[in-house]
């Protein structure tokens, strides 16, 4: 079946550096979706890509969809503690199916 | 809009009794999913409906589990024996219509089977 893994697992950094994390699928993707889960918090709707290559921004966060539309990633640029959660990426293969599956997810640490 | 609503938020029960888990979607909202999430295996889905008819229930581990959602604005997942491997947090979501991809997270269940 589909897989989609998420690299890496934890990442702690310190306020103010970049954070990036990576997401791979073992199946070509029609989109991909991120969501940020806080701590003891449930998964929040970030954004979702569709086109190959796409690029999309909000505010610091950059999100980035493969040519190949097998891989994705986020970029979060100067964190700040807001940024405190664990972040997920979920693929979709087909137009038709409503199945997202998830990534393991990589939590963030966000030393002050 | 009060967003997905789920209840319990927390369930401590014991081994081989029933746990009934309930959702209220998003009004008007034609498709509810439920997940659990455990440190171990992530994010998973274990069934979805869409206008009240389950169309992929292959996430639900085995014949324990069962899930309804008998009008469109209530679901029920029940763990009938439940077992300690059970224990996980459950996530109901909902969306709004088929071409709309976004899932809205309700709280969550926090099931603790001891």
């Known amino acids: 079946g589909q897989q989609v893994m998420q690299i890496p697992q934890y990442q702690h950094v310190q306020e103010g550096e970049d954070f990036t994390t990576y997401c791979n699928s073992s199946?070509?993707?029609?989109?991909i979706q991120w969501y940020k889960q806080r701590p003891g918090g449930h998964p929040v709707f970030l954004i979702q890509l569709v086109k190959s290559g796409e690029v999309k921004k909000q505010k610091r966060l950059t999100f980035q969809f493969g040519e190949a539309k097998k891989n994705s990633s986020l970029h979060i640029t100067a964190t700040q503690t807001t940024d405190v959660g664990t972040y997920f990426c979920a693929g979709r293969t087909g137009a038709g199916s409503y199945q997202l599956t998830f990534g393991k997810g990589t939590k963030l640490s966000v030393i002050p | 809009d009060a967003g997905v609503i789920q209840s319990p938020r927390h369930e401590v029960t014991e081994m081989g009794q029933e746990v009934t888990l309930r959702c209220k979607p998003i009004s008007g909202h034609d498709y509810l999913f439920w997940y659990r999430q455990t440190m171990m295996r992530g994010l998973e889905l274990l069934i979805y409906?869409?206008?009240?008819?389950?169309?992929?229930d292959s996430g639900m581990p085995e014949d324990r589990f069962s899930a309804k959602m008998p009008n469109a604005s209530f679901s029920t997942l029940k763990i009938q024996p439940s077992e300690p491997r059970d224990s996980a947090v459950y996530f109901c979501?909902?969306?709004?219509?088929?071409?709309?991809?976004?899932?809205?997270f309700g709280p969550g269940t926090r099931l603790t089977v001891l």
């Open positions: 979501a909902s969306s709004p219509w088929a071409i709309t991809d976004t899932q809205y």
């Open positions: 409906f869409n206008n009240n008819v389950p169309i992929d």
């Open positions: 199946t070509t993707l029609s989109n």
